[in-house]
């Protein structure tokens, strides 16, 4: 099944730095790759998501960038803010045999903490 | 529009005891979605229902745990008996539409803790 993979665990910067953020996954039907930010005991939002046809997507401060060939997919926080911290995780949509349901398969997750 | 509800938020249970949680997500939302999210982990599918059918559940220990969601829109997802190794948060999520592309919301989970 697939398989996804996400670096660093952890990620320390100071305000106003950029923060990336990377994923691997291993199915290569995957064309879905959304990305939630989890902040300390909340529930997982949605920040940034990006299909298999585009390369690159950017919602103000943040981007996200897809490699289909060589199955990485990453996100960047530009002028990082202490509001930016908390732990990231990215995900990936392998294929499914019976439908096209999206099924989601989440990396390990990122902490992010950024100082003043 | 109100988000995921989920209850309880925290349970603390004995190993072998039973347990359930319970799920209602936003209105209209066909697809609904239960995680289990294991500290320091990102949340791994247990069982996914259309409506109140089950599209994927190759995740789900079956032996212990169950879930229904019978007419459509609240669920309820049991485990019986628990083990230490199912202390977790209980994520429910759902999702407006089947395809791939539709953003699933999230509820603030259930916290499981097994002593």
């Known amino acids: 099944g697939e398989n996804v993979e996400q670096h660093p665990s952890t990620l320390s910067v100071q305000e106003g730095d950029s923060a990336v953020i990377k994923c691997t996954y291993s199915?290569?039907?995957?064309?879905?790759f959304p990305w939630y930010k989890q902040e300390l005991g909340k529930r997982p939002q949605l920040i940034i998501d990006?299909?298999?046809?585009?390369g690159e997507k950017k919602d103000q401060r943040i981007a996200v960038t897809l490699n289909k060939t060589a199955k990485h997919f990453s996100l960047h926080i530009t002028e990082t803010q202490p509001e930016d911290s908390a732990v990231y995780f990215c995900a990936a949509t392998p294929t499914r045999m019976n439908t096209g349901f999206q099924k989601l398969v989440f990396g390990t997750g990122t902490r992010l903490l950024v100082s003043p | 529009e109100a988000g995921v509800a989920q209850s309880p938020r925290y349970k603390i249970i004995e190993k072998r005891q039973s347990v359930a949680f319970w799920c209602n997500p936003i209105?209209?939302?066909?697809?609904l979605y239960w995680y289990q999210q294991i500290l320091g982990q990102g949340p791994k599918l247990l069982i996914q229902f259309q409506n109140n059918g089950v599209v994927d559940d190759s995740q789900l220990p079956k032996d212990r745990f169950s879930a229904e969601r019978l007419k459509g829109v609240d669920s309820t997802l049991k485990i019986q008996p628990a083990k230490l190794e199912d202390s977790a948060v209980y994520l429910c999520a759902s999702s407006l539409g089947t395809g791939r592309y539709n953003e699933q919301f999230f509820g603030p989970g259930t916290r499981l803790t097994v002593l």
């Open positions: 990006i299909r298999s046809n585009v």
């Open positions: 209105s209209g939302h066909a697809t």
């Open positions: 199915d290569s039907a995957s064309n879905y």
